[in-house]
Nanobody
Framework: QVQLVESGGGLVQPGGSLRLSCATS????????IAWFRQAPGKEREGIASISSIDGFAYYADSMKGRFTISRDIANNTVDLQMNNLKPEDTAVYYCAADRYMGSTAPEYDYWGQGTQVTVSS
């Protein structure tokens, strides 16, 4: 069974940084692509980045390039999302997701964490 647990969300001022973590099992990390999505109130779930289980290749949505970095921490069995220069419009619930196949849209992922709230406000 694939289990994903997000952590690291919170309140941050504009221009600040946060690092989110998605904790999972070693098996999941080695056999499933992991992705980060976010969903703001009243909006659709939006893809941020995904990372391959095979070679660690990272894919970023065009609108997310530059301020977001996805990475795998094999030692701790996590996939992290480093977020820099945060803006109020980044306020959303952030989710990690897993699937056997690496995709960029939410319907392509079968397994989801519970989400972690990120609020960017002064």
């Amino acid at each position: 069974q694939v289990q994903l647990v997000e952590s690291g969300g919170g309140l941050v001022q504009p221009g600040g940084s946060l690092r989110l973590s998605c904790a999972t099992s070693r098996f999941t990390l080695e056999h499933y692509a992991i992705a980060w999505f976010r969903q703001a109130p009243g909006k659709e779930r939006e893809g941020i980045a995904s990372i391959s289980s095979i070679d660690g290749f990272a894919y970023y949505a065009d609108s997310m390039k530059g301020r977001f970095t996805i990475s795998r921490d094999i030692a701790n069995n996590t996939v992290d999302l480093q977020m820099n220069n945060l803006k109020p419009e980044d306020t959303a619930v952030y989710y990690c997701a897993a699937d056997r196949y690496m995709g960029s849209t939410a319907p392509e992922y079968d397994y989801w964490g519970q989400g972690t709230q990120v609020t960017v406000s002064s």
